[in-house]
């Protein structure tokens, strides 16, 4: 079946709804149905899957379109379906709550410390709250654990117990950390 059009030159309207393959110029071949086409973002929208669980869609830029068959005509009268409308006060929520996750991720990166000294600070803050300033690991926003790390470079705490669980937990992890080297 050799029935190409151009979706350059078309009234989107035309096209909605029919099942295509699209060639593109980087050899990438998809079937599927035209959900939209956007002359104001030179952009096609594809429709893949069946069953809305299964869907995907496909938004591919004109100009990277080599070659369009039409396999089955758009449905003439049909209703065209429209987006579900979006709660932009959710959308910019889980933003937010994405980009402040992906912060809190970025501040346990320490800046100019050793490998090991990465690893134990990820191995203590899954038991403990963390952070690190400069190359000194600060837990439970009360105790420093300074450069080389041991148990002797551990100060702080509001009491002997806080001071005392840090450096437990610190020579626990030395010591797998030694065992797996």
């Known amino acids: 079946m050799d029935n190409q059009i151009d979706l350059t030159a078309i009234q ?3 096209v909605i709804g029919a099942v295509v393959r699209i060639f593109t110029t980087l050899q990438d071949e998809f079937e599927a149905e035209i959900f939209n086409v956007d002359p104001k973002t030179n952009t096609v929208i594809l429709k893949e899957g069946g069953s809305e669980a299964k869907r995907n869609y496909r938004i591919i830029n004109l100009d990277c379109i080599a070659k369009v068959q039409t396999i089955t005509p758009a449905p003439v009268g049909q209703p065209v379906e429209q987006l579900p409308v979006a709660n932009m006060a959710k959308i910019r929520a889980r933003e937010e709550a ?3 996750a992906a912060y ?3 501040m346990k990166i320490g800046i100019g410390v050793s490998l090991d000294a990465q690893i134990l600070f990820n ?3 899954k038991t403990l709250p963390c952070r690190w ?3 000194t690991i600060i837990v439970m926003e009360d105790v420093r654990v300074a450069p080389p790390y041991d148990e002797e470079n551990c100060s702080g705490g509001h009491t ?5 669980r840090v450096k437990r937990v ?3 992890e030395k010591q797998k950390l030694a065992k797996s080297s």
Do not use: H, I
């Open 98 to 100: 994405k980009l402040r």
């Open 160 to 164: 002997a117990a806080e001071l005392n």
């Open 12 to 14: 989107p309207e035309a």
């Open 104 to 106: 809190e991720e970025s």
């Open 123 to 125: 191995a203590l803050s």
């Open 170 to 172: 610190l020579v626990g």
């Open 133 to 135: 300033d400069g190359e």
